[in-house]
C-alpha cells in the first residue's frame, strides 16, 4: 500500500519527458520545413501543381481549362508553368482542398511539415514490422539510412506527393500484415490518383489477390475505386476523357526520359522513339512474364509485405513516366530485405549498413546523373532491389524445402 504512489509519481514524470521530447521535436520539425520552403524558389515549385488544384476546389474553377489553369499561376506570381493543365486525376484536388484554401506559403510549411511528419511514422511503423526482439537496435541505423536516403530530398524539397503515397502503402502494409484486408485495399485507388506509379501497383497487387482468391481484398478495391470515380464524376462529368488527353500529352513530352527500362530502351536505341517503343514493349512483357511466374511459384508462402515490396519495385522499372523523388516508395521494400537478412541470422552489423550502403549506391548514381545531364541510369537502383526480393524470396522458399526435406 505504501509502495503504491512511487510508479504513479515515476509514470507521471516519465509522461512528462515524453512530452518534453514529442515538442521539441515537433519543433524542428517546424523549423525544417520553414527552411525548406524558404531556401528554395517556392513559388515556382511542383508544389504549387498540388496546391492550384485544391484552391480551385473553392474557386469551382476548372483546372483542366487551360485558361483558368494559366490565370491561376499568374494570380499567384508564379512564373514557372510546366503544365497548361492539371495533370493528375481530378478526385486529387479534394485531398489538396484543405491546403488550397490556405495562403500559398502557409500550405506549402504545412505540406512540407506534413510530409516529414508521415516519413518519419512511415518509418517507425515499417521498422517494426521486424522481428520483434531486434526492433530497438535497428532504429538508428534504419531512420539515418531514411534520413539519408536521395529521393527524400528531391521529395522534400519539390513538396512531391510521393511520400505521402509511402505513407498509404505503409499502412495498407500494416493492415495486411494483420489479415485486416478489406481496410487496407480501400485505401489503395488513393495510391492510382498518381496513376504512373499507384495504376501499375494496383494491377500487379490485383493479379495477386485474384491468384489467392482473396474476395475481400478485391470487393474493398472495387467499392473504393467506384467511390473515387463518383467523386470525380460529381466534380466534372466529363473529368476521365480530359485528364486522358492530358496525361497522352505529358507522358509524349517526357517519353524515353524516365529512370525506367523506357529510359534504358531510349539508351540503347540512342534516342530513337519508334525503335525505344519496340525495345521498351519487349522488355517489359519480358519483365511482367518472369514476375508473373515468380508470383504462381510463390504463391502459397509469400508476405503480404514482399508482394507489396515486389508490386512497388516492379511499377517503378515499368512505368513509362516517373522521376528519382518517387523512389521514396524503396523504403518499403529495402525494409522487408533488411527483414529477411535477420531472420536468416546475418550479422548485425551487415543488416545495419543494407540502407547506408543503398544510400551510397543511389548518390553514385546521382553523380553519374550528373555527369550524363539526365536521370535514366537510376532505373538501377529499383532494378537491384527488385532482384533482391526475388532472390530473397526464393531462397526462402528453397530452405523451406531443406527443412521439409
Known amino acids: 500500500m505504501d509502495r503504491s504512489p512511487l510508479p504513479q509519481k515515476s509514470l507521471l514524470k516519465h509522461r512528462w519527458f515524453q512530452l518534453i521530447i514529442l515538442l521539441v521535436g515537433l519543433s524542428c520539425l517546424v523549423f525544417l520545413s520553414i527552411k525548406i520552403v524558404t531556401l528554395r524558389d517556392y513559388l515556382n515549385s511542383d508544389f504549387f501543381t498540388f496546391w492550384l488544384g485544391g484552391h480551385m476546389v473553392w474557386t469551382g474553377e476548372n483546372p483542366y481549362f487551360s485558361t483558368d489553369w494559366i490565370n491561376g499561376h499568374h494570380l499567384n506570381g508564379v512564373t514557372w508553368i510546366p503544365n497548361s493543365k492539371f495533370v493528375y486525376p481530378l478526385p486529387l484536388t479534394l485531398f489538396y482542398a484543405p491546403l488550397g484554401i490556405l495562403p500559398y506559403f502557409e500550405a506549402y ?67 495486411w500484415s494483420k489479415n485486416k484486408w478489406f481496410l487496407g485495399s480501400v485505401l489503395l485507388p488513393i495510391v492510382a490518383l ?44 466529363h473529368w476521365i476523357s480530359e485528364y486522358w488527353n492530358i496525361g497522352n500529352t505529358k507522358l509524349s513530352q517526357n517519353f524515353g526520359l524516365s529512370p525506367t527500362i523506357w529510359g534504358l530502351a531510349s539508351i540503347l536505341t540512342d ?56 523512389q521514396v516508395l524503396l523504403i518499403i521494400p529495402i525494409l522487408w530485405l533488411i527483414s529477411y537478412l535477420i531472420k536468416i541470422n546475418k550479422p548485425f552489423l551487415l543488416n545495419a549498413t543494407v540502407f ?47 527443412l521439409v526435406l
Open 109 to 175: 510549411i504545412i505540406y512540407v511539415f506534413l510530409l516529414e511528419v508521415m516519413l518519419l511514422l512511415s518509418t517507425y511503423w515499417l521498422i517494426h514490422q521486424l522481428p520483434e526482439n531486434k526492433v530497438n537496435p535497428y532504429l538508428l541505423p534504419v531512420f539515418a539510412g531514411v534520413i539519408l536516403f536521395r529521393p527524400i530530398f528531391s521529395a522534400l524539397f519539390g513538396g512531391q506527393i510521393s511520400i505521402a503515397l509511402l505513407f498509404i502503402m505503409t499502412i495498407i502494409t500494416i493492415l
Open 194 to 237: 498518381k496513376p504512373n506509379i499507384g495504376v501499375p501497383i494496383v494491377l500487379v497487387l490485383s493479379s495477386w489477390f485474384i491468384l489467392k482468391k482473396n474476395i475481400k481484398v478485391l470487393s474493398g478495391l472495387i467499392v473504393s475505386s467506384f467511390l473515387l470515380l463518383g467523386i470525380g464524376f460529381f466534380q466534372n462529368p
Open 271 to 326: 534516342f530513337n522513339p519508334q525503335v525505344t517503343l519496340k525495345i521498351g514493349v519487349i522488355l517489359t512483357i519480358l519483365i511482367l512474364i518472369f514476375t508473373g511466374l515468380i508470383l504462381f511459384k510463390v504463391r502459397k508462402f509469400a508476405s503480404s509485405t514482399w508482394i507489396i515490396s515486389i508490386a512497388i519495385t516492379t511499377s517503378l522499372l515499368l512505368t513509362p513516366y516517373t522521376w528519382s523523388y518517387d
Open 356 to 402: 547506408l550502403l543503398i544510400d551510397f549506391f543511389a548518390l553514385f548514381l546521382l553523380y553519374i546523373s550528373a555527369q550524363m545531364k539526365m536521370e535514366i541510369i537510376n532505373f538501377l537502383l529499383p532494378l537491384v532491389i527488385w532482384l533482391g526480393l526475388i532472390f530473397a524470396l526464393l531462397d526462402s522458399k528453397k530452405r523451406m524445402d531443406t
